[in-house]
């Protein structure tokens, strides 16, 4: 007679959640790129965002297969994306403004003559 065996013997290993890693670095890099390239940014900081949604749909499924360590690297990356799309529109929309107040000083100033 062969003993029952109560507990589960079938021992997985947990995985990363796919590309979380490549979300978080991709977040980190929109802000550097965000500051020293204004505008440039909302290029990672999109790519980001969009496998963020997808990866996070995936670790939802089913949590128990994925690593919490992959899981708060989705959610920094997410967060790193954010800002880095908040300081890329706020970079252009300033330099907007600031081409904007030029055209209409320079217009101005030659209508007053």
């Known amino acids: ?7 589960n013997n079938f021992h997985h290993q947990l995985q990363d959640v796919p590309e979380s890693l490549a979300i978080l670095i991709l977040g980190v890099v929109s802000i550097i790129i965000s500051i020293v390239f204004p505008g440039l940014g909302v290029i990672p900081s999109i790519i980001a965002l969009v496998k963020y949604k997808k990866a996070k749909k995936i670790y ?54």
Do not use: R
């Open 1 to 7: 007679m062969q003993p029952q065996n109560t507990h």
């Open 60 to 113: 939802l499924e089913n949590p128990n297969l994925f690593t919490k360590q992959s899981n708060d690297y989705l959610t920094i990356g997410q967060i790193t994306g954010i800002i880095g799309l908040c300081i890329s529109i706020l970079i252009i929309l300033s330099i907007l403004v600031i081409i904007g107040f030029a055209i209409f000083i320079t217009l101005y100033s030659e209508g007053a003559y």
